[in-house]
C-alpha cells in the first residue's frame, strides 16, 4: 500500500528566506507526482506535476524535483513572500489504468507560514 | 474559462437527511472523482468515474452514492447511512489519456446539524 509523508508538518519562515517542503512515498513505482497548493477553506491548487521520466519542474519561484529510487520528492520555494503562505500536498498516482492505480495518493501536507 | 464548479459552498444536513454536492466541469475531462477531507487525516477517495454511465468505489464509498449520466457532470449524495458527514468535500477531473495531471474544485463544506 502506497504511503506518502509530507515533514515537517508545519514550517514557520520570515520573508524572503528560500525553503524545502519535503515528500516521501514508499512504493517507488509511480507514475507520476504532483504538487498541490491549498489555501484555508478553499479547494486545490496544482502547482507542479513531474511525471515519473522526469527529475525536476520549475515554475516561477517554484522548483520540484523527484528521485525515485529513494522514493523522495523536493519542492523548493525561493525568496518566499507572505503570499506564499497555505497548506502544500504532494500526491502519488502508481502507473497503470485499472486496480488501485486510478487515484491519487496525498501526504497529509506542510502548512507553510511566511511572516512579513 | 475552464474549470470545476462545486456548489453550494457550505451545506448544512439535518439527522437522517440525504443532501447532494453538485460537481460540474467544462474542461472536457473524461474522469471525474471524490475525495473527502478531514483535519489530520488527509484526502480520501469515495468515488471516481472514467465514463459515462459507469462508475466505481473509492476507499470509503458507504454511505455515499453518485451517478455520472452526462460527462460534464459527478454529483455525490451523501445519504443518511454516512455516520460522519461532517467534512470538506472536493471534486476532481481528469484526462485519462494524456498525461496531465489532476484539476480539482473549489470544495463543497457540509455539517450535520
Known amino acids: 500500500k502506497q504511503e506518502v509523508t509530507q515533514i515537517p508538518a508545519a514550517l514557520s519562515v520570515p520573508e524572503g528566506e528560500n525553503l524545502v517542503l519535503n515528500c516521501s512515498f514508499t512504493d517507488s513505482a509511480i507514475y507520476n507526482l504532483q504538487w498541490f497548493r491549498q489555501d484555508p477553506g478553499k479547494g486545490l491548487t496544482s502547482l507542479l506535476l513531474?511525471?515519473?521520466?522526469?527529475r525536476e519542474q520549475t515554475s516561477g519561484r517554484l522548483n520540484a524535483s523527484l528521485d525515485k529510487s529513494s522514493g523522495r520528492s523536493t519542492l523548493y520555494i525561493a525568496a518566499s513572500q507572505p503570499g506564499d503562505s497555505a497548506t502544500y500536498l504532494c500526491?502519488?498516482?502508481?502507473?497503470?489504468?485499472?486496480?488501485?492505480?486510478?487515484?491519487?495518493?496525498f501526504g497529509k501536507g506542510t502548512l507553510l507560514t511566511v511572516n512579513p | 474559462d475552464g474549470g470545476i464548479t462545486q456548489s453550494p459552498k457550505y451545506l448544512f444536513r439535518k439527522e437522517g437527511q440525504n443532501v447532494t454536492l453538485s460537481c460540474e466541469q467544462n474542461l472536457n475531462h473524461d474522469a471525474m472523482y471524490w475525495y473527502r477531507q478531514d483535519p489530520g487525516q488527509g484526502l480520501r477517495l469515495i468515488y471516481y468515474s472514467q465514463i459515462v454511465n459507469d462508475f466505481q468505489k473509492g476507499d470509503i464509498a458507504e454511505g455515499y452514492s453518485v451517478s455520472r449520466e452526462k460527462k460534464e457532470s459527478f454529483p455525490l449524495t451523501v445519504t443518511s447511512a454516512q455516520k460522519n458527514p461532517t467534512a470538506f468535500y472536493l471534486c476532481?477531473?481528469?484526462?485519462?489519456?494524456?498525461?496531465?495531471?489532476?484539476?480539482f474544485g473549489s470544495g463543497t463544506r457540509l455539517t450535520v446539524v
Open positions: 500526491a502519488v498516482r502508481l502507473p497503470g489504468s485499472g486496480g488501485s492505480n486510478y487515484k491519487l495518493t
Open positions: 513531474i511525471q515519473s521520466s522526469q
Open positions: 476532481a477531473s481528469r484526462l485519462t489519456y494524456l498525461n496531465y495531471g489532476y484539476t
